[in-house]
T-cell receptor
């Protein structure tokens, strides 16, 4: 099993450009999440999904859109990138409500917006 | 809203014990978690504790929970250089989402 994979690993954008980050998981998990990690601020939830075809806003959703057309994939889009979106982006997945909520993380995408 | 706080940095000598502390605000969290992030990687679940427990031990790891003070700690015995990483405390909110602290960077000196 590959677990959670993310593409690309690195990307540099100019202000105003758009891009899509792809997350894929092969564990048949219902829940998927997108976080951003900034120095000294931990992980902040951008958007999440509780199943195929569903999405919901997290703590910092502005400037991002998501789609979950297939259960195994969760896409994060930036329509018009801004320097404030320079960050490391992590995708995670977990089972639906179980005994405890173990989230499995991808290796991250480092995005720089100039 | 929910908030999780941790100190940012801890330095210990190899072989000593490390204690990483965390405070949280959501008293309804069923589980509290410790995740570990090694350089250049995503987070991995290290251990968790059920909210009706005071202590959980797992090999070199001991988790202590003080519900009255909303204080969680992670003790690593006989700390090794391979334990150098960032450790995140997390609580669950009412809709099953995790709220992470800012992370404590542990540096183990030889």
């Amino acid at each position: 099993n590959a677990g959670v994979t993310q593409t690309p690993k690195f990307r540099v954008l100019k202000t105003g450009q758009s891009m899509t980050l792809l997350c894929a998981q092969d564990m048949n998990h219902e829940y998927m999440y997108w976080y951003r990690q900034d120095p000294g601020m931990g992980l902040r939830l951008i958007h999440y999904s509780v199943g195929e075809g569903t999405t919901a806003k997290g703590e910092v959703p502005d400037g991002y859109n998501v789609s979950r057309l297939k259960k195994q994939n969760f896409l994060l889009g930036l329509e018009s990138a801004a320097p404030s979106q320079t960050s490391v982006y992590f995708c995670a997945s977990s089972q639906d409500r179980g005994i405890y909520n173990e989230q499995f993380f991808g290796p991250g995408t480092r995005l720089t917006v100039l | 809203g929910e908030d999780v706080e941790q100190s940012l940095f801890l330095s210990v000598r190899e072989g000593d014990s490390s204690v990483i502390n965390c405070t949280y605000t959501d008293s309804s969290s069923t589980y509290l978690y410790w995740y570990k992030q090694e350089p250049g990687a995503g987070l991995q679940l290290l251990t968790y504790i059920f909210s009706n427990m005071d202590m959980k031990q797992d090999q070199r790891l001991t988790v202590l929970l003080n519900k009255k003070d909303k204080h969680l700690s992670l003790r690593i015995a006989d700390t090794q250089t391979g334990d150098s990483a960032i450790y995140f405390c997390a609580e669950e909110d009412s809709s099953y989402k995790l709220i992470f602290g800012s992370g404590t960077r542990l540096l183990v000196r030889p």
